[in-house]
């Protein structure tokens, strides 16, 4: 019997996912379409202006969020509601063709990628580690990692040690062999979307998303604010 896959719960439905509850990135693109500012855009969509920037799916929707925004709340940063807009629906884009081209057809979610890719990393890793490695909560890693388990990619077991709370997983030979051919590929298709920036540009991006990243983390604190905090 094949096993089952990793995006579906034992009664055939799919089990809660952080990437498709209501309000998240997955549900505005199946939702709203393809105004919603999470809507999936493919590279032949983006045109670009005689003389002006690139045009693509969901600007006129930013464009028009912005203005009613600043127009009903003047006091509203207009550029920092644009920001927002473009940071999810790049986010969301992303997902959601990585997840329809890669990971859907291997049984698992974008979830159960980064879960596996930190597995395969760092194995064997302790599963409270995970979440925060992976960067999901720590209920969304338990949910994935007892789908995938199921469907034959990782094993969990109680350590050797005093602690027999902590447990330890490690891929299987099949989960070792998907995640691998997965990486190529997800890898692949990033190379050809961020291809649309150069070399010099792609680093001043990692450099800024970093610099943001350290802006929204609360004094005193270091590390990721998505992680082994959350419930």
Avoid: K
Wanted: proline fraction near 6%; charge should be positive; aromatic fraction near 6%.
């Amino acid at each position: 019997m094949a096993p089952r896959s990793a995006g579906r719960s034992s009664q055939g439905r799919s089990p809660v996912r952080d990437s498709e509850t209501p309000g998240s990135a997955a549900a505005d693109v199946r939702a709203a379409g393809s105004e919603a500012p999470g809507a999936p855009a493919s590279a032949a969509d983006a045109e670009p202006t005689p003389g002006g920037p690139v045009r693509v799916p969901g600007a006129e929707f930013r464009e028009r969020t912005v203005r009613t925004t600043v127009a009903r709340q003047p006091q509203t940063d207009g550029t920092a509601v644009a920001m927002n807009l473009a940071l999810h629906r790049l986010a969301a884009t992303h997902q959601y063709l990585s997840e329809a081209a890669i990971h859907r057809p291997r049984g698992w979610t974008y979830s159960g990628f980064r879960v596996l890719y930190m597995v395969w990393l760092f194995e064997p890793v302790q599963a409270r580690d995970l979440a925060r490695f992976a960067g999901v909560s720590r209920q969304t890693t338990s949910t994935v990692l007892g789908t995938l388990e199921s469907a034959g990619l990782v094993d969990r077991r109680r350590g050797a040690t005093a602690d027999r709370r902590l447990v330890a997983v490690r891929l299987t030979d099949r989960g070792r062999e998907l995640i691998e051919s997965a990486i190529q590929q997800q890898n692949a298709l990033e190379r050809g979307w961020f291809a649309a920036l150069g070399r010099a540009e792609q680093a001043e991006f990692i450099a800024m998303c970093d610099r943001i990243m350290a802006r929204m983390q609360p004094p005193g604190r270091g590390g990721s604010a998505v992680g082994s905090d959350q419930r």
